[in-house]
């Protein structure tokens, strides 16, 4: 019980420290990435090639003064930017970042705690970052921050409604819902992405409104209504708040990599899943993990500076009329399929299933090309009288 508790302390600290820390390299390398898009220099002033610009932004963010409105609720508006930021950090807790490492004291799991419910722990704990969106615009005693609050939480419910349903198909794919569990069983064949593609595009689209990044950062809508929920916020207490957000995107990343690529698993070999476990595996598997949320990583960043933003009616169209029709039919046709390749063919996960799931996930997104039809279904996005 101590070397458990000693272990699971050590895990703690780390994980934490990493986040935190990766967070803070995280606004550096988006601002060094969107300058290199945009043929500019980005931060090079503070440290060798900027690198210490994150530090900087931190020691400001600590000594700008607190600002406060009169009227507003104090505990609540204190509260808020604490609410949208733990679930941020207590979320990645569940995720697997890397094979078992093996000690004196027998086998550590890289995973900081191994739920058997750890999905359904993840999709419990990140909704509760909404209540601080809807907090911090409600306790601002601020009508623009009141919109903008009320319009986060609209987006947020509505497209966590589609993620949450995406992740149906993996579990039923899967068969549990321990996340160490989901890597396994696409340890024995092709990863989720092959089987399940539809699910993953559903649920990537999903954490980019999630996440409140372009083209779908309605929450803030500076040019809208002055800087959305978090207006009457400054120094920590608005910082907390983009902390929350590119923490958001590490969990949402890693959990692509979890549910759809295999999480820790090393691709082309059975080197990782199979033997004696040892450092070098741990440390090998940890690395691509690493590498798999870093590419989502650059696509959040890729796509924030390509793409403009969505008007709000086309927000709301894309997840009501769009993501949910669509999570509800992919449900249903994957659930019978994988009921007839395990029922009637006798089939269990393996590159064949995967292959066939495959093959049905590409008829679907054929038609779904066809259904959209530039547009005209999500409402707004082509103009009435357009021929």
């Known amino acids: 019980m101590s070397f458990f508790l000693i272990a699971s302390a050590i895990k703690v600290f780390v994980v934490f420290n990493l986040i935190m820390v990766g967070v803070a390299l995280l606004t550096y390398l988006e601002r060094r990435i969107c300058a290199w898009m945009q043929d500019r220099l980005g931060p090079n002033r503070v440290g060798p090639q900027g690198i210490l610009q994150p530090a900087a932004d931190g020691l400001k963010n600590f000594l700008k003064e607190e600002t406060s409105p009169a009227m507003a609720d104090k505990a609540l508006f204190t509260l808020a930017p604490v609410i949208s930021f733990v679930p941020a950090l207590l ?10 490492l093996p000690t004196r004291w027998g086998l550590v799991p890289m995973v900081v705690a191994d739920l058997p419910v750890g999905f359904l722990y993840i999709l419990a704990i990140s909704s509760l970052g909404v209540y601080g969106i809807v907090l911090a615009g409600w306790s601002s005693n601020n009508k623009y921050a009141l919109l903008g609050g009320l319009r986060a939480s609209a987006q947020m419910i509505s497209y966590e409604i589609a993620l949450g349903m995406s992740t149906v198909a993996v579990l039923l794919l899967a068969g549990n819902v321990t996340l160490s569990q989901v890597i396994a069983q ?3 064949a092709l990863w989720f992405v092959v089987p399940l593609t539809v699910a993953f595009l559903i649920f990537l689209i999903s954490a980019f409104a ?5 083209p779908f950062d309605l929450p803030e809508a500076e040019a809208e209504l002055i800087a959305g929920y978090h207006t009457e ?3 920590m207490k608005f910082s907390m708040f983009y902390i929350a957000e590119y923490a958001n995107m590490v969990t949402a990343s890693a959990l692509m990599a979890t549910l759809f690529f295999g999480g820790w698993d090393i691709p082309l070999t059975t080197w990782d899943s199979t033997g004696d476990p040892s450092v070098l595996k741990t440390l090998a598997t940890l690395a691509a993990f690493v590498a798999k949320t870093s590419v989502f990583l650059f696509t959040f960043i890729w796509v924030r500076w390509t793409l403009p933003r969505f008007r709000y009616d086309q927000l709301m169209a894309l997840g009501w009329k769009v993501l949910l029709p669509l999570a509800l039919v992919y449900i249903t046709v994957i659930a019978t399929a994988i009921w007839y390749f395990r029922e009637q ?10 292959w066939a799931l495959g093959g049905v996930n590409l008829v679907m997104l054929v038609a779904l090309v066809f259904w959209l039809d530039r547009g005209r279904i999500v409402s707004g996005s082509v103009h009435e009288g357009a021929a």
């Open 91 to 100: 979320t990645f807790a569940v995720i697997p970042f890397a094979s078992p």
């Open 186 to 188: 696409q340890q024995q």
């Open 210 to 214: 999630e996440t409140n990044r372009l």
């Open 233 to 235: 916020y400054s120094a």
């Open 345 to 354: 063919l006798g089939w269990e996960y393996g590159p064949g299933m995967a």
